[in-house]
């Protein structure tokens, strides 16, 4: 045997964990011809034995501290050797057989350092994180990090004792990534990053910025995760979403929070594969087309909603495993739903093991408060002028609709991300180059996502909440917009709700309130959103903001839904709307599923459920959306008696629905439209019917135009029109001969299936 001289100073940075290049101590170094030094670091071993081919080799003890070194004449080609550790106890000593880490090549490319760098890699999620690899036929775990700030990181786990000095990783030259395969690790293993930063000497733990999965709160480490077991049976959906044109589509959004949807008894929450029953099937037959998901990434702090996120590549741990969420989409797929995730790119909390301050320095935020923090949300906001950070941010957005096939991204915040002034006075923000208040960076950001996302996924939906007359949100990149597919309507949203919250006899002096959205309607693709935000924060329920008395309040409610339905634009309604839930929404508690037990919230629900049914019926309230070809005003100007009436056309113009909306309780009699043609118009919805809590006020199924000129039309229909109350008609032409009416079956209200309070 031969003894090989390593320098103390060298022992000393691997055994007090200063050393940044643990490489070029630790594993297999050849000295010469066939003569090779093992070295290894095993803190808790009283002995450590070289295992080569059928040789057993006991190692030298250098340093008490566990750093053994011998050298041997083989003809060693590679890694395929082991080590033995007899680490003793108080009670018993235990004998450990491992492959050595630092005798393994490095995994990632120099192709993929150049990538990360580039903020180009847009599966930047292979090769970071904790990825269970095999290399040279040895299996375990490979994982990486960006802290190019950082003078040492080591993995710490329940495998190595959450000992800081175990296991360094590798930094991979200027890239500022850092490495290291461990052999013999599996799927569950817990891990964090131990980071020693090169400025002040600070020492952190991180939870890994990539990790598939995280522990549930309040733990915070990272779980390693296998995603690629998981056996898909959605192909047809997804082929025909690829070929599908979302604006010429129906879309009523139903927008759920998982963990007050509904509870079981003891207020627990319902699992992920819980949820893919109930939700799904509760879902399916009131008769929406998505569920969008208030965000399921891994966040701390239930109170945020999952707005504050630290693990954006994690399905939080809340509600089951990454396979059982994958399972809950592809139940959503298999009832043709699709899937809409609030995705959180704007800003992320401080939290110590999050990304805040990752690596000693604000890597992943900026610096200067006035550029890195959210005033409002004590948030912190993201660097969108740095590569890696945009890497990681593009990535994510892949990641959820390549790994988990979700079908669309609702970007929160959008608002804050354009302007470097948002909810700022004045000094407490920076200009931009130019001088100007819009952040470039972001809005580059903004477009290169939406481009990729586009251009990867075809038929995705990319929906921004931009609550500003920004233009051209949804507009493509190429013509200057910002390239979403919708963007929701708040001005719509603020109006609506400000008008139906006065008392009857003062709207006639809000009437624009209604018929302003019209003048905007088309200047981006809108989703008429009444969401969450709405019934929050002391702003109470939907139908609590109704004005009125009990029959009133359910009356506005089911006008205000008709209206929005037959309004231009996609819809989206929050859980609970449609039971009429009384009380604020939280996401502490179920919402209140014992009231459909009660006949006028049973009512409204039945009135929800047929109205969308109806809507995804006709292609007149959705084939032209976005077109002034799609939309004609009756009479818009009847403020005296709150009453709007208007047409809907489909890209076939002779397909058309005509809509009256009597927003007073005063039924109007006798009450004269014109209409475009003549003919005998069916009443196909009144939202008055007794079926649906109303007092059966209407038009006896309908109603024969006559030839009389009205509103510029040759033929008009006198109507009577229910009190706070919607009515449509649709012209019945003669149907081909031989053509059967399809047989058409009542549905019933009922709460969801499952557990329940």
């Not at 077991?229 to 082929?239: A, C, G």
């Not at 839904?561 to 009429?580: D, R, S, V, W």
Request: hydrophobic share 35%; net charge negative; glycine share 8%.
């Amino acid at each position: 045997m031969i003894t090989v001289e390593i320098h103390p100073d060298a022992i000393a940075a691997i055994v007090h964990g200063y050393h940044g290049a643990p490489f070029d101590v630790l594993g297999p170094h050849k000295i010469d011809g066939n003569t090779v030094s093992f070295r290894a670091y095993c803190p808790t071993a009283q002995k450590l034995t070289l295992l080569l081919g059928n040789q057993r080799i006991p190692m030298n003890r250098l340093w008490d501290e566990g750093f053994f070194e011998i050298t041997v004449e083989t003809s060693w080609p590679g890694p395929h050797y082991q080590l033995e550790a007899e680490v003793h106890f108080a009670s018993h000593k235990r004998t450990d057989v491992f492959a050595d880490p630092y005798a393994f090549p490095a995994f990632l490319s120099d192709f993929d350092l150049y990538l990360l760098g580039e903020g180009r890699h847009l599966t930047s999620y292979e090769k970071l994180g904790a990825h269970l690899v095999e290399i040279e036929g040895i299996a375990g775990v490979h994982f990486a990090v960006w802290a190019p700030n950082a003078y040492r990181i080591s993995v710490i786990g329940d495998f190595n004792g959450w000992n800081e000095t175990s296991h360094p990783m590798q930094r991979r030259g200027v890239s500022g990534i850092w490495e290291l395969f461990i052999p013999g690790l599996k799927e569950g293993e817990t891990y964090k990053f131990d980071l020693r930063s090169r400025f002040d000497d600070f020492h952190v733990q991180k939870a890994d910025p990539y990790a598939f999965a995280a522990e549930v709160r309040p733990k915070t480490a990272s779980v390693v995760t296998n995603l690629d077991d998981y056996e898909w049976h959605d192909d047809t959906w997804l082929e025909a979403r690829a070929k599908s044109d979302p604006l010429k589509q129906p879309i009523s959004i139903y927008e759920v929070h998982l963990g007050s949807w509904r509870r079981t008894k003891g207020n627990e929450w319902l699992t992920y594969r819980d949820l893919a029953d109930s939700l799904v099937q509760y879902v399916k037959e009131m008769g929406y087309t998505h569920i969008e998901l208030m965000p399921v990434a891994e966040h701390p702090f239930d109170g945020s909603w999952g707005y504050q996120v630290t693990g954006y590549f994690a399905p939080t741990a809340r509600y089951g495993s990454p396979t059982d969420f994958m399972y809950l989409v592809d139940q959503c797929h298999q009832n043709n739903i699709g899937v809409i995730l609030d995705w959180v790119p704007a800003h992320f909390p401080k939290d110590g093991h999050g990304l805040a301050y990752f690596d000693g320095t604000h890597l992943y935020e900026h610096a200067d408060t006035r550029k890195g923090e959210h005033p409002d949300w004590g948030t912190l906001i993201f660097n969108f002028g740095r590569n890696e950070v945009r890497n990681f941010l593009l990535s994510n957005a892949l990641f959820w609709l390549k790994k988990y096939r979700i079908d669309g991204l609702r970007v929160d915040a959008v608002s804050s991300m354009l302007y470097l002034d948002f909810s700022r006075q004045a000094g407490q923000w920076l200009p931009n180059q130019y001088g100007g208040r819009e952040n470039i960076e972001a809005i580059h950001f903004l477009r290169e996502v939406n481009e990729i996302v586009h251009s990867e996924s075809p038929g995705v939906l990319m929906i921004a909440e931009e609550s500003t007359a920004w233009p051209m949100v949804s507009r493509p990149t190429y013509i200057g917009g910002l390239g979403f597919t919708f963007k929701w309507n708040m001005g719509w949203m603020h109006d609506t709700l400000d008008y139906i919250q006065k008392d009857p006899v003062y709207r006639r002096y809000a009437h624009n309130r209604i018929t302003f959205s019209l003048f905007y309607a088309f200047s981006e693709n809108f989703v008429l959103s009444l969401s969450h935000d709405e019934v929050v924060h002391g702003k109470g329920s939907l139908i609590n903001k109704a004005s009125g008395d009990w029959w009133q309040k359910f009356a506005t409610v089911r006008l205000l839904a008709g209206y929005q339905y037959t309004h231009p634009g996609k819809k989206l309604n929050f859980m609970g709307q449609e039971i009429g839930q009384w009380r604020e929404w939280s996401e502490e508690r179920s919402l209140d599923w014992h009231l459909l037990e009660l006949p006028t919230h049973a009512h409204l629900n039945q009135w929800m459920r047929d109205l969308n049914t109806f809507y995804r019926s006709q292609p007149a309230l959705y084939q032209n959306d976005f077109s002034h070809e799609g939309f004609r005003w009756i009479e818009p100007n009847d403020a005296d008696q709150s009453v709007y009436s208007y047409i809907r056309f489909a890209d076939d113009k002779s397909d058309f629905i005509v809509v009256a909306c009597n927003f007073t309780p005063i039924p109007r009699y006798h009450y004269r439209i014109g209409v475009p043609e003549a003919g005998h118009y069916k009443e196909v919805l009144n939202s008055d019917a007794g079926i649906y809590g109303g007092g059966n006020i209407g038009n006896y199924g309908g109603v024969t135009s006559e030839e009389m000129t009205s509103h510029g039309f040759p033929h008009s229909l006198s109507l009577t029109l229910p009190p706070l109350g919607i009515v449509v008609f649709k012209l019945e032409r003669a149907k081909p001969q031989g053509a059967k009416r399809p047989a058409s079956k009542p549905s019933k209200s009922k709460p969801p299936k499952g557990k329940s309070e």
